[in-house]
């Protein structure tokens, strides 16, 4: 468990019925800013979350004992970064971490730079990836300093725009 400026620490099958809520309310924010073709069809599912609790990449990020946002954090390889379209990553050889499913709590800010701070104490190679209709995403990567790479293709065939963030080692 890593104190930054709230908790975030490892989700279990406990922490599921609290993190579901976050996904609607993430949906709902995607849709009021014009993104409605992204997490639809049920997903992130139940499912989902279980199999990131499994690989240990599930994390919760709790302010004054409540689960304000979910994330999973997972080290390489990712197989849909295998190929990449009109671009390439920052660096191809070295491990990374990826980032997916962020959801946060409504009226809560400054989530996602917790999660970073937490996700760069741990790794300095970190890529993500997020959909073309995600304006709010692409403008919270570009602030933090992400580049955009290309674009990759999930299994399903949807294409995704690709990100990575690499933090020279001092």
Wanted: hydrophobic share 35%.
């Amino acid at each position: 468990m890593v104190q930054i400026s709230r908790i975030i620490r490892t989700a279990t099958q406990e922490d599921v019925p609290y993190i579901m809520p976050l996904f609607d309310e993430a949906r709902a924010k995607m849709h009021a800013s014009g993104n409605s073709r992204q997490w639809i069809n049920g997903y992130p599912s139940v499912e989902k979350v279980l199999e990131d609790i499994r690989q240990n990449g599930a994390y919760v990020v709790e302010d004054k004992g409540k689960t304000v946002a979910y994330f999973a954090f997972l080290p390489s390889p990712e197989p849909t970064y295998g190929k990449i379209v009109g671009g390439q990553w920052l660096d191809d050889e070295k491990p990374y971490h990826v980032i997916h499913r962020i959801a946060g709590a409504q009226g809560v800010h400054g989530i996602f730079n917790s999660m970073l701070e937490y996700a760069f104490s741990q790794e300095k190679n970190i890529r993500i990836d997020t959909h073309k209709d995600n304006v709010i995403m692409q403008h919270l990567l570009q602030k933090h300093g992400f580049s955009y790479c290309g674009v990759i293709y999930l299994l399903s065939g949807d294409e995704r725009l690709a990100y990575q963030k690499i933090i020279k080692s001092e």
